[in-house]
């Protein structure tokens, strides 16, 4: 399976980004879709998780209320809606894709396909 991602951007604090994983090569029924952040000299954390179908979501604590997680199964795309950003929310973001489900957020380890990350820029 072959994700890409889209959607980053240089954004003010408090405002929103959309960003969007395009999946080909497998259906979004069989797989769970994370995304992921990487700010410099830190290590990659979870942001969300979607299992398969768009059915059971998870969210790291820092995003709670803020991001959210939602699957277009017609267009094999899931979306990170990210609102109220913060200039710690700058990283690059990474989609990826594994075959398991998860009861509850999981770490970045669990996933086998990765995309090649967007920049998401929160100017203070």
């Known amino acids: 399976v072959q994700l890409a991602e889209s959607g980053g951007g240089l954004v003010q604090a408090g405002g929103s980004l959309r960003l969007a994983c395009a999946v080909s090569g497998g259906d979004l029924y069989d797989y769970s879709i994370g995304w992921f952040r990487q700010a410099p000299g830190k290590g990659r954390e979870t942001v969300s998780c979607?299992?398969?179908?768009?059915?059971?979501?998870y969210y790291g604590d820092f995003v709670k209320g803020r991001f959210t997680i939602a699957s277009d199964i017609t267009k094999n795309t899931v979306y990170l809606q990210m609102n109220s950003l913060k200039h710690e929310d700058t990283a690059v973001y990474f989609c990826?894709?594994?075959?398991?489900?998860?009861?509850?957020?999981?770490?970045?380890?669990?996933?086998?396909?990765w995309g090649q990350g967007t920049q998401v820029t929160v100017s203070s």
């Open positions: 990826a894709a594994t075959g398991w489900k998860f009861v509850k957020l999981p770490g970045p380890g669990e996933f086998d396909s």
């Open positions: 979607v299992n398969g179908g768009d059915s059971e979501k």
